[in-house]
């Protein structure tokens, strides 16, 4: 996986907060040092607008699916759903 790839993949991704449904959108994934990447998203229909680090060797060695379980995760805990 690249950091080009994973912006369009996190754009349009669901995330359930109880009974409501979000959608991610306006991801951008950038390089922060040799060791650290930055995932930011808006959460549609909300003023949230998460920001994540992942170190490089964990987003390299991570599949698609896991960085989409990482981002729901921040998505669910910034609109209090857990």
Known sequence: MTIDQLAPLTN???VHAGRDTFVLDRT??????????EIAFRIAGTDFAPRLRIAREEFASSSV??????????ASNAVGSR
């Not at 951008?28 to 990447?37: D, K």
């Not at 699916?65 to 921040?74: K, N, Q």
């Open 65 to 74: 699916e896991d960085l989409a379980d990482i981002v729901r995760r921040v």
């Open 28 to 37: 951008r994934v950038a390089r922060l040092s040799n060791q650290s990447i």
């Open 12 to 14: 349009g991704l669901s």
